[in-house]
């Protein structure tokens, strides 16, 4: 089993930046594809980024502008937010996920979620 805690959304203002931490309990960190998703009021849950042992993966429009990155030894996740738009605003989540050894099934866990809000 695996717990996720996001932390450090907030208000910002468009052209600033946060960093969201998503923090990992349980064994086997550094073994799950870990991902930041989001979501706005009447839209599906989007992904945003993905880290993974080849490497990275982002959404067409947060690209050159968002980085995801991994930590380890600190069982953490991070997502790292510049010049944040309007379109921005949404809770993002954050996922762990890894295949089942010997099974077609994955194992998977979502985060509570932290609001970003992008306004002037």
């Known amino acids: 089993q695996v717990q996720l805690v996001e932390s450090g959304g907030g208000l910002v203002q468009p052209g600033g930046s946060l960093r969201l931490s998503c923090e990992a309990s349980g064994a086997s960190f550094s073994q799950y594809t870990m991902s930041w998703y989001r979501q706005s009021p009447g839209d599906e849950r989007d992904l945003v980024a993905a880290i993974f042992s080849g490497g990275s993966s982002y959404k067409e429009s947060v690209k050159g502008r968002f980085t995801i990155s991994r930590d380890n030894a600190r069982n953490t996740v991070y997502l790292q937010m510049d010049s944040l738009k309007v379109e921005d605003t949404a809770v993002y989540y954050c996922?762990?996920?890894?295949?089942?050894?010997?099974?077609?099934?994955?194992?998977?866990?979502w985060g509570q979620g932290t609001q970003v809000t992008v306004s002037s």
């Open positions: 996922n762990a996920k890894r295949p089942v050894p010997w099974t077609t099934d994955y194992s998977e866990y």
